[in-house]
C-alpha cells in the first residue's frame, strides 16, 4: 500500500512513451516513492520522503541510471544524520555529477523543523554527500528544504514558511560551490533586508535573495538582485 513508482518517458520526435517503470531495491508500505523526481541526462533522482530505514519517516531519495534502454537503481541517498520524521527527499534535484535534497524537518542544531538540504557528488557509479547546507537565519518552522534546485556551481532552496517579510511569507536562499567571492556592497543591490552574503561549510558561499509572493509590491531597488537570480537558469 502507498509504495509509489516512478515512470520513466522517452521522447521520439513529437510522442513520448513509457521507458521504464522504477521501483526501489528495498519497497515497503506507506513510503510515497515518486511523489518528486527529476531527471539529468541518463540520471534519475526520485523521492521516498517516507521511508523508514534506521529510523520511523526519515526519508530516503534513490538515483537511477539509464543504459541503453533499460533503467536500474544506482544508489540510494540517505543523510549523514538523519532522525525519525526528517522527511529527508521532501524535495529533489540533479544536475550531471550533482545532486541535492531537501529535509524540511531537520532540526539543525536542534532548531525544530528549521529544515536543511543535501548536496551529494557522484565518482564513478558511487554517490557520497559532499555538504549539508541550511539557512544562516534559521529559525523553528522554517522548512527549509521544501524546494530545491541545483544547476552548475548554484543551488537554491526554498523555505516557505520563513518569516523575515511577513509571517510565514517564505525565501530562497542560494548558493554557490567554491570559495567566497566578493561581491558589491549590499547598498548597491537592494535594501540590506533583501539581499545578504554568507560564507558557509563545506566551501559553499551562501546567498539570500528575498522573494515575496505578492510581486507588485516589490520595491524597485531590487531589480538587479532579481535579474541576478534569473540570470542563475536555475
Known amino acids: 500500500t502507498d509504495r509509489g513508482a516512478a515512470c520513466i518517458c522517452h521522447k521520439s ?6 521507458q521504464a517503470m522504477v521501483k526501489t531495491s528495498d519497497t515497503a508500505d506507506n513510503e510515497w516513492f515518486g511523489r518528486g523526481a527529476a531527471i539529468s541526462g541518463e ?10 530505514t534506521n529510523n520511523t519517516g526519515q526519508g530516503a531519495a534513490y538515483i537511477f541510471y539509464r543504459s541503453g534502454t533499460s533503467w536500474a537503481q544506482q544508489a540510494k541517498l540517505n543523510a549523514s544524520d538523519s532522525e525519525a520524521g526528517d522527511a529527508y527527499s521532501f524535495s529533489v534535484d540533479i544536475d550531471g555529477d550533482y545532486a ?3 529535509a524540511l524537518n531537520e532540526d ?6 528549521a ?5 551529494y557528488v557522484r565518482s564513478g557509479t558511487s554517490w557520497s554527500q559532499q555538504a549539508k547546507i541550511q539557512a544562516s537565519d534559521k529559525e523553528a518552522d522554517d522548512n527549509f528544504g521544501r524546494g530545491v534546485t541545483i544547476s552548475g556551481d548554484y543551488a537554491a532552496v526554498g523555505a516557505d514558511n520563513e518569516d523575515t517579510t511577513a509571517s510565514n511569507a517564505g525565501s530562497v536562499y542560494i548558493f554557490k560551490r567554491g570559495q567566497p567571492e566578493f561581491l558589491p556592497p549590499v547598498d548597491s543591490v537592494g535594501t ?3 539581499y545578504r552574503r554568507f560564507s558557509s561549510l563545506d566551501t559553499w558561499t551562501h546567498y539570500v535573495y528575498r522573494l515575496w509572493h505578492t510581486l507588485p509590491s516589490i520595491d524597485s531597488s531590487l531589480t538587479w538582485a532579481l535579474k541576478r ?4 537558469h536555475i
Not at 13 to 18: H, P
Open 192 to 194: 540590506g533586508s533583501n
Open 43 to 52: 540520471y534519475v533522482i526520485v523521492n521516498a520522503y517516507a521511508k523508514t
Open 13 to 18: 520526435g513529437g510522442t513520448w512513451t513509457e
Open 115 to 119: 529544515g536543511s538540504a543535501y548536496i
Open 108 to 113: 539543525p542544531g536542534g532548531t525544530s523543523d
Open 100 to 102: 541535492i535534497v531537501g
Open 229 to 232: 537570480l534569473s540570470l542563475l
